[in-house]
T-cell receptor, first 116, second 113 residues
Framework: SQTIHQWPATLVQPVGSPLSLECTVE??????LYWYRQAAGRGLQLLFY??????ISSEVPQNLSASRPQDRQFILSSKKLLLSDSGFYLC???????????????FGPGTRLTVL | LAKTTQPISMDSYEGQEVNITCSHN???????ITWYQQFPSQGPRFIIQ???TKVTNEVASLFIPADRKSSTLSLPRVSLSDTAVYYC??????????????FGTGTLLAVQP
């Protein structure tokens, strides 16, 4: 079965510090991968998506970046965090073909980031 | 991607049937309607999806009128554990390789004892 992991679960960082959040998927190959952010009391905002190794599409211009060094690894980074980067970060995957015939995305447990 | 409109919040009591309606006036011919559920501090979870008429699974039913400009998620006999945010999304099932999902603010369903 497929599983998705995110770490860390929670993170408190000072303004101006770097960030690295990691997401890995098991049990599937060549998944579409997504990073979302959810601010307190708000809906999910799509940040980045990737359809393959090294292929990243950005949805919202900001000081965040994403990379996909391996097929099932997706990393969210920042060189200098802002207060507005606080939020709940979710990674999701979608398989192609029979694995996900319902256009369904599967979400990880999330990372709660607080920037002080 | 078609925009969706949902009530911000709804209240209900245990054992009642809850219907959450979503408007999507600009839905395209190739678009499907999908509903997700999100509990606090968790990622959203797929509930149900449909194209037209009625779809039912072990969790919910989805009603879609002929013009497809709206849809209604029906939760039978809700319990306290159904308290969550429910999102309505519209998008092309086969949406190319990107398959982007656009989440709105959703509907916060609060179930009271």
């Amino acid at each position: 079965s497929q599983t998705i992991h995110q770490w860390p679960a929670t993170l408190v960082q000072p303004v101006g510090s770097p960030l690295s959040l990691e997401c890995t998927v098991e049990g599937t190959s060549n998944p579409n991968l997504y990073w979302y952010r959810q601010a307190a009391g708000r809906g999910l905002q799509l940040l980045f998506y990737s359809v393959g190794i090294g292929q990243i599409s950005s949805e919202v211009p900001q000081n965040l970046s994403a990379s996909r060094p391996q097929d099932r690894q997706f990393i969210l980074s920042s060189k200098k965090l802002l207060l507005s980067d606080s939020g709940f970060y979710l990674c999701a995957w979608r398989g192609l073909g029979r694995q996900s015939s319902y256009n369904e995305q599967f979400f990880g447990p999330g990372t709660r980031l607080t920037v002080l | 991607l078609a925009k969706t409109t949902q009530p911000i919040s709804m209240d209900s009591y245990e054992g009642q049937e809850v219907n959450i309606t979503c408007s999507h006036n600009n839905i395209a011919t190739n678009d499907y309607i999908t509903w997700y559920q999100q509990f606090p501090s968790q990622g959203p979870r797929f509930i149900i999806q449909g194209y037209k008429t009625k779809v039912t699974n072990e969790v919910a039913s989805l009603f879609i009128p002929a013009d497809r400009k709206s849809s209604t998620l029906s939760l039978p006999r809700v319990s306290l554990s159904d308290t969550a945010v429910y999102y309505c999304l519209v998008g092309d099932l086969y949406g190319g390789a990107t398959n982007k999902l656009i989440f709105g603010t959703g509907t916060l369903l609060a179930v009271q004892p």
